[in-house]
Protein backbone atom coordinates (compact mmCIF):
# COMPACT_ATOMS: atom_id res chain seq x y z
CA UNK A 1 0.00 0.00 0.00
CA UNK A 2 2.81 2.44 0.53
CA UNK A 3 4.46 1.93 -2.67
CA UNK A 4 1.23 2.13 -4.19
CA UNK A 5 0.82 5.55 -2.47
CA UNK A 6 4.16 6.57 -3.28
CA UNK A 7 3.65 6.07 -7.05
CA UNK A 8 0.73 8.21 -7.05
CA UNK A 9 2.39 10.83 -5.28
CA UNK A 10 4.84 10.87 -8.05
CA UNK A 11 2.60 10.84 -11.05
CA UNK A 12 0.58 13.83 -9.54
CA UNK A 13 4.00 15.64 -9.02
CA UNK A 14 4.87 14.97 -12.56
CA UNK A 15 1.53 16.27 -13.79
CA UNK A 16 1.52 19.31 -11.85
CA UNK A 17 5.37 20.18 -13.07
CA UNK A 18 4.14 19.57 -16.39
CA UNK A 19 0.91 21.69 -16.50
CA UNK A 20 3.49 24.63 -14.81
CA UNK A 21 5.59 24.47 -18.37
CA UNK A 22 3.11 24.33 -20.85
CA UNK A 23 1.82 28.05 -19.38
CA UNK A 24 5.34 29.99 -19.39
CA UNK A 25 6.18 31.65 -22.65
CA UNK A 26 8.39 29.68 -25.03
CA UNK A 27 11.96 31.25 -24.89
CA UNK A 28 13.29 33.72 -27.49
CA UNK A 29 15.54 32.65 -30.05
CA UNK A 30 18.52 34.91 -30.25
CA UNK A 31 19.26 33.31 -33.83
CA UNK A 32 19.60 37.23 -36.02
CA UNK A 33 16.42 38.19 -38.35
CA UNK A 34 17.48 37.53 -42.41
CA UNK A 35 17.69 40.62 -44.01
CA UNK A 36 17.98 41.87 -47.56
CA UNK A 37 21.63 42.91 -48.03
CA UNK A 38 22.43 46.42 -48.02
CA UNK A 39 22.74 48.46 -51.62
CA UNK A 40 26.13 48.92 -52.30
CA UNK A 41 27.14 52.07 -54.31
CA UNK A 42 27.98 52.07 -57.54
CA UNK A 43 30.77 54.53 -59.28
CA UNK A 44 29.05 55.85 -62.30
CA UNK A 45 30.49 58.47 -64.73
CA UNK A 46 28.01 60.71 -66.39
CA UNK A 47 28.52 63.18 -69.12
CA UNK A 48 26.19 66.08 -69.64
CA UNK A 49 26.17 68.97 -72.23
CA UNK A 50 25.85 72.26 -71.01
CA UNK A 51 22.42 73.74 -72.03
CA UNK A 52 18.79 71.88 -71.88
CA UNK A 53 19.88 68.13 -71.77
CA UNK A 54 21.78 68.81 -68.59
CA UNK A 55 19.35 70.87 -66.47
CA UNK A 56 17.83 67.97 -65.57
CA UNK A 57 20.53 67.10 -63.96
CA UNK A 58 21.74 69.35 -60.81
CA UNK A 59 19.63 68.64 -58.54
CA UNK A 60 21.53 64.97 -58.82
CA UNK A 61 24.46 66.97 -58.63
CA UNK A 62 23.52 68.31 -55.41
CA UNK A 63 22.99 65.85 -53.81
CA UNK A 64 26.20 64.08 -55.19
CA UNK A 65 28.25 66.89 -54.09
CA UNK A 66 25.98 66.23 -50.37
CA UNK A 67 26.93 63.00 -50.49
CA UNK A 68 23.42 61.80 -50.18
CA UNK A 69 22.88 60.22 -53.54
CA UNK A 70 22.45 56.39 -53.95
CA UNK A 71 25.34 56.00 -56.07
CA UNK A 72 28.97 57.59 -56.38
CA UNK A 73 28.29 60.13 -58.86
CA UNK A 74 31.33 61.83 -61.43
CA UNK A 75 29.80 64.36 -63.67
CA UNK A 76 31.68 65.33 -66.55
CA UNK A 77 29.68 68.66 -68.43
CA UNK A 78 31.03 69.44 -71.85
CA UNK A 79 29.78 72.25 -74.18
CA UNK A 80 30.11 69.89 -77.58
CA UNK A 81 28.17 66.76 -78.52
CA UNK A 82 30.80 65.40 -79.98
CA UNK A 83 32.88 65.58 -76.61
CA UNK A 84 30.15 62.77 -75.12
CA UNK A 85 29.62 60.98 -77.95
CA UNK A 86 33.70 60.23 -78.10
CA UNK A 87 33.22 59.80 -74.03
CA UNK A 88 30.71 57.18 -74.55
CA UNK A 89 31.93 55.24 -77.52
CA UNK A 90 35.55 55.25 -75.66
CA UNK A 91 34.08 54.01 -71.95
CA UNK A 92 35.06 57.30 -70.00
CA UNK A 93 31.09 57.71 -69.59
CA UNK A 94 28.64 55.15 -68.31
CA UNK A 95 26.09 57.50 -68.73
CA UNK A 96 25.68 60.80 -70.99
CA UNK A 97 22.58 63.05 -71.80
CA UNK A 98 22.48 63.56 -75.28
CA UNK A 99 20.17 64.76 -78.09
CA UNK A 100 17.70 62.18 -79.18
CA UNK A 101 19.12 61.46 -83.15
CA UNK A 102 22.67 61.81 -81.55
CA UNK A 103 21.75 58.67 -79.28
CA UNK A 104 20.11 57.09 -82.13
CA UNK A 105 23.68 58.05 -84.42
CA UNK A 106 25.74 57.00 -81.74
CA UNK A 107 23.95 53.04 -81.55
CA UNK A 108 24.91 53.00 -85.08
CA UNK A 109 28.01 53.78 -84.78
CA UNK A 110 28.98 51.42 -81.84
CA UNK A 111 26.80 48.65 -83.61
CA UNK A 112 24.58 48.57 -81.10
CA UNK A 113 26.60 49.08 -77.68
CA UNK A 114 24.47 51.95 -76.59
CA UNK A 115 20.94 52.18 -75.28
CA UNK A 116 18.29 55.03 -74.07
CA UNK A 117 17.19 54.93 -70.81
CA UNK A 118 14.86 57.78 -70.84
CA UNK A 119 13.97 60.99 -73.01
CA UNK A 120 14.66 63.99 -70.77
CA UNK A 121 13.74 66.74 -73.14
CA UNK A 122 10.64 67.75 -75.46
CA UNK A 123 11.12 71.10 -77.90
CA UNK A 124 13.63 73.99 -76.51
CA UNK A 125 13.26 75.56 -80.05
CA UNK A 126 11.27 78.57 -80.14
CA UNK A 127 10.92 81.24 -83.26
CA UNK A 128 11.95 84.89 -82.29
CA UNK A 129 10.99 87.89 -84.04
CA UNK A 130 12.06 91.80 -83.82
CA UNK A 131 8.72 92.67 -84.60
CA UNK A 132 5.14 91.78 -84.72
CA UNK A 133 3.69 90.37 -88.01
CA UNK A 134 4.24 86.74 -86.62
CA UNK A 135 1.04 85.32 -84.99
CA UNK A 136 1.21 81.64 -86.62
CA UNK A 137 3.26 79.60 -89.21
CA UNK A 138 1.55 80.33 -92.10
CA UNK A 139 3.15 83.99 -90.85
CA UNK A 140 6.63 82.68 -91.95
CA UNK A 141 5.84 82.26 -95.52
CA UNK A 142 8.29 84.63 -97.44
CA UNK A 143 10.49 85.09 -94.60
CA UNK A 144 14.51 84.61 -93.94
CA UNK A 145 14.66 82.58 -91.15
CA UNK A 146 18.03 82.28 -89.53
CA UNK A 147 18.51 78.94 -87.65
CA UNK A 148 21.55 76.49 -86.31
CA UNK A 149 21.66 72.64 -86.53
CA UNK A 150 22.12 71.99 -90.36
CA UNK A 151 21.62 68.15 -90.56
CA UNK A 152 20.07 67.81 -86.90
CA UNK A 153 17.13 68.24 -85.00
CA UNK A 154 16.18 71.91 -85.96
CA UNK A 155 16.47 71.48 -89.53
CA UNK A 156 14.11 68.31 -89.41
CA UNK A 157 11.60 70.04 -87.18
CA UNK A 158 11.54 72.98 -88.70
CA UNK A 159 10.69 71.86 -92.31
CA UNK A 160 8.35 69.26 -91.03
CA UNK A 161 6.08 72.09 -89.34
CA UNK A 162 6.24 74.38 -91.69
CA UNK A 163 5.14 71.59 -94.78
CA UNK A 164 2.64 70.51 -92.28
CA UNK A 165 1.45 74.01 -92.57
CA UNK A 166 1.49 73.67 -96.78
CA UNK A 167 4.80 75.87 -96.58
CA UNK A 168 7.68 74.71 -99.25
CA UNK A 169 10.69 75.04 -97.04
CA UNK A 170 12.70 75.10 -100.55
CA UNK A 171 10.06 77.67 -102.38
CA UNK A 172 8.34 79.80 -99.62
CA UNK A 173 10.64 80.60 -97.06
CA UNK A 174 15.08 80.86 -96.93
CA UNK A 175 16.27 79.52 -94.33
CA UNK A 176 19.49 80.49 -93.49
CA UNK A 177 21.86 78.36 -91.49
CA UNK A 178 24.91 79.44 -89.00
CA UNK A 179 27.71 77.26 -87.73
CA UNK A 180 26.59 77.58 -84.20
CA UNK A 181 24.03 78.54 -81.17
CA UNK A 182 26.62 81.22 -80.28
CA UNK A 183 26.68 83.03 -83.48
CA UNK A 184 22.77 82.44 -83.76
CA UNK A 185 22.69 84.43 -80.73
CA UNK A 186 24.53 87.62 -82.11
CA UNK A 187 22.89 87.80 -85.28
CA UNK A 188 19.55 87.71 -82.89
CA UNK A 189 20.97 89.99 -80.66
CA UNK A 190 22.29 92.73 -83.00
CA UNK A 191 18.96 92.99 -85.26
CA UNK A 192 20.89 91.13 -88.33
CA UNK A 193 17.99 87.97 -88.11
CA UNK A 194 14.64 89.70 -87.85
CA UNK A 195 13.57 85.71 -87.42
CA UNK A 196 15.39 83.15 -86.14
CA UNK A 197 14.38 79.71 -84.31
CA UNK A 198 16.64 79.70 -81.67
CA UNK A 199 16.83 76.82 -78.42
CA UNK A 200 16.54 77.39 -74.85
CA UNK A 201 18.78 78.53 -73.31
CA UNK A 202 19.81 80.78 -76.04
CA UNK A 203 16.55 82.26 -76.84
CA UNK A 204 16.25 83.41 -72.99
CA UNK A 205 19.77 85.57 -73.01
CA UNK A 206 18.63 86.93 -76.98
CA UNK A 207 15.42 88.29 -74.75
CA UNK A 208 16.93 89.41 -71.80
CA UNK A 209 20.30 91.14 -73.97
CA UNK A 210 17.67 92.77 -76.71
CA UNK A 211 13.75 94.11 -75.42
CA UNK A 212 12.47 94.58 -78.88
CA UNK A 213 12.98 90.78 -78.69
CA UNK A 214 9.67 88.21 -78.52
CA UNK A 215 8.61 84.89 -79.00
CA UNK A 216 6.81 84.40 -81.53
CA UNK A 217 6.30 80.89 -81.56
CA UNK A 218 6.68 77.79 -79.38
CA UNK A 219 7.79 75.55 -82.35
CA UNK A 220 7.00 72.40 -79.36
CA UNK A 221 3.10 73.90 -79.43
CA UNK A 222 3.55 73.63 -83.55
CA UNK A 223 4.92 70.19 -83.75
CA UNK A 224 2.41 68.77 -81.66
CA UNK A 225 -0.55 70.63 -83.45
CA UNK A 226 0.98 68.63 -86.60
CA UNK A 227 2.66 65.67 -85.35
CA UNK A 228 -0.43 63.40 -85.10
CA UNK A 229 -0.50 60.06 -83.35
CA UNK A 230 2.67 58.90 -80.97
CA UNK A 231 5.22 61.41 -82.73
CA UNK A 232 5.91 63.30 -80.02
CA UNK A 233 8.65 66.57 -79.82
CA UNK A 234 11.48 64.50 -78.31
CA UNK A 235 14.87 66.15 -78.44
CA UNK A 236 16.98 64.74 -75.76
CA UNK A 237 17.67 61.29 -73.79
CA UNK A 238 20.07 59.96 -70.92
CA UNK A 239 22.21 57.15 -73.15
CA UNK A 240 24.28 54.33 -71.69
CA UNK A 241 26.15 51.70 -72.71
CA UNK A 242 24.68 48.86 -73.09
CA UNK A 243 27.38 46.67 -71.23
CA UNK A 244 27.40 48.98 -67.98
CA UNK A 245 23.56 48.39 -67.95
CA UNK A 246 23.94 44.65 -67.91
CA UNK A 247 26.42 44.70 -65.51
CA UNK A 248 24.53 46.78 -63.10
CA UNK A 249 20.75 46.60 -63.72
CA UNK A 250 20.43 47.78 -60.11
CA UNK A 251 22.74 50.61 -60.22
CA UNK A 252 20.70 51.74 -63.41
CA UNK A 253 17.52 51.46 -61.57
CA UNK A 254 18.49 53.80 -58.60
CA UNK A 255 20.20 55.78 -61.09
CA UNK A 256 16.36 56.37 -63.18
CA UNK A 257 14.65 56.63 -59.70
CA UNK A 258 17.15 59.74 -58.75
CA UNK A 259 17.27 61.16 -62.31
CA UNK A 260 13.29 61.55 -62.10
CA UNK A 261 13.18 63.00 -58.97
CA UNK A 262 15.79 65.44 -60.22
CA UNK A 263 13.70 66.37 -62.99
CA UNK A 264 10.75 66.96 -60.91
CA UNK A 265 12.96 69.25 -58.10
CA UNK A 266 14.01 71.32 -61.14
CA UNK A 267 10.18 72.20 -62.23
CA UNK A 268 8.90 72.09 -59.24
CA UNK A 269 11.83 75.11 -57.78
CA UNK A 270 12.77 77.14 -60.55
CA UNK A 271 14.73 79.52 -58.31
CA UNK A 272 17.03 76.75 -56.56
CA UNK A 273 17.45 75.18 -60.08
CA UNK A 274 18.93 78.43 -61.56
CA UNK A 275 21.23 78.78 -58.98
CA UNK A 276 22.34 74.97 -59.17
CA UNK A 277 23.19 75.43 -62.89
CA UNK A 278 25.23 78.24 -62.51
CA UNK A 279 27.16 76.43 -60.10
CA UNK A 280 27.62 72.77 -61.85
CA UNK A 281 28.38 74.61 -65.46
CA UNK A 282 25.12 74.20 -67.14
CA UNK A 283 23.88 77.46 -67.80
CA UNK A 284 26.25 80.60 -67.15
CA UNK A 285 23.88 83.35 -65.45
CA UNK A 286 20.93 82.64 -63.09
CA UNK A 287 18.68 85.18 -64.51
CA UNK A 288 19.34 83.18 -67.98
CA UNK A 289 18.64 80.04 -66.61
CA UNK A 290 15.01 81.12 -64.41
CA UNK A 291 13.69 82.54 -67.84
CA UNK A 292 14.78 79.26 -70.14
CA UNK A 293 13.71 76.60 -67.65
CA UNK A 294 10.33 76.50 -67.83
CA UNK A 295 11.05 76.88 -71.91
CA UNK A 296 13.01 74.03 -71.91
CA UNK A 297 10.30 71.36 -72.04
CA UNK A 298 11.75 69.38 -69.26
CA UNK A 299 10.08 65.66 -68.93
CA UNK A 300 10.86 62.02 -67.66
CA UNK A 301 9.39 59.36 -70.17
CA UNK A 302 10.90 56.42 -69.91
CA UNK A 303 9.65 51.84 -70.38
CA UNK A 304 7.06 51.15 -73.47
CA UNK A 305 6.10 54.44 -73.35
CA UNK A 306 8.97 56.14 -74.52
CA UNK A 307 10.16 53.62 -76.70
CA UNK A 308 6.81 53.68 -78.72
CA UNK A 309 7.11 57.79 -78.80
CA UNK A 310 10.71 57.92 -79.57
CA UNK A 311 10.58 55.35 -82.31
CA UNK A 312 7.74 57.69 -84.02
CA UNK A 313 9.55 60.58 -83.90
CA UNK A 314 13.14 59.21 -85.11
CA UNK A 315 10.95 57.55 -88.24
CA UNK A 316 10.13 61.27 -89.01
CA UNK A 317 13.77 62.13 -88.78
CA UNK A 318 14.44 58.88 -90.89
CA UNK A 319 11.98 60.28 -93.44
CA UNK A 320 13.61 63.59 -93.72
CA UNK A 321 17.14 62.35 -94.00
CA UNK A 322 18.69 59.04 -92.42
CA UNK A 323 21.98 60.31 -91.87
CA UNK A 324 20.15 62.27 -89.10
CA UNK A 325 19.81 59.54 -87.07
CA UNK A 326 22.55 56.93 -88.31
CA UNK A 327 21.30 55.67 -91.62
CA UNK A 328 19.26 53.28 -90.58
CA UNK A 329 16.30 53.27 -87.47
CA UNK A 330 17.49 51.61 -84.35
CA UNK A 331 16.29 48.21 -83.65
CA UNK A 332 14.56 47.60 -80.71
CA UNK A 333 17.45 46.52 -78.34
CA UNK A 334 17.77 50.41 -78.51
CA UNK A 335 15.25 51.56 -76.39
CA UNK A 336 15.92 50.30 -72.34
CA UNK A 337 12.50 48.75 -71.14
CA UNK A 338 13.71 47.80 -67.54
Known amino acids: MKKIIALAAAVLLSLTLLAGCAGEPAPESSAPVSSAPAYEPVDINITAIAGPTGVGLVDLMQKQADKTAANN ?9 AQAVAAISNGSADIAAVPTNLASTL ?26 SISSVADLKGKTIYTSGQGANPEYILKYVLEKNNIDPAKDVTIEFVNDNDTLATLVANGTAKVAMVPEPKASACLIQNKALRRALNMTEEWNKVGGGDASLMMGCVVARTAFVQENPEAVAKFLEEYKASINAVVADVDTASQQCVTFGIIPKAPIAKQAIPNCGLTYVDGSGMKTALSAYLTILHSYNPAAIGGALPADDFYYVG
Open 73 to 81: YAFNVVSDP
Open 107 to 132: YKKTGGKVQVLAVNTLGVLHILENGE
